[in-house]
């Protein structure tokens, strides 16, 4: 089981970007899915998380700016970001727990991480 992230680049402020998550391996079902980030120099935070049955939460920065979805047929999240500023700059991961086939246990995985950068 992994969770390949992809989407990031360079990006001028006020532009847009649009990051995957995309699961695979043998997966019975995955659980919450979260977007975190790490800028240079900071911890990593949480920028949005999303629940099985769809339900979202944001950080209060990204608030109004990303959106976070997912489509279960496709073990895939997104995370659509516009209008983004420089402070936005970080390496992106994805987190999920997922719960194997055949053993159905279930184990926490961190995509590899994508750069953002936002330039002003």
């Known amino acids: 089981v992994q969770l390949q992230a992809s989407g990031g680049g360079l990006v001028q402020a006020g532009g847009s970007l649009r990051l995957s998550c995309a699961a695979s391996g043998p997966i019975a079902s995955i659980g919450d899915m979260a977007w975190y980030r790490q800028g240079p120099g900071n911890q990593r935070e949480l920028v949005a998380g999303?629940?099985?049955?769809?339900?979202?939460n944001y950080a209060d920065s990204v608030k109004g700016r990303f959106t976070i979805s997912r489509d279960n047929a496709k073990k895939t999240m997104y995370l659509q970001m516009n209008s983004l500023k420089p402070e936005d700059t970080a390496v992106y991961y994805c987190?999920?727990?997922?719960?194997?086939?055949?053993?159905?246990?279930?184990?926490?995985?961190w995509g590899q991480g994508t750069q953002v950068t936002v330039s002003s």
């Open positions: 987190n999920a727990p997922v719960t194997r086939l055949i053993t159905f246990q279930t184990s926490n995985y």
């Open positions: 999303i629940t099985s049955d769809g339900t979202t």
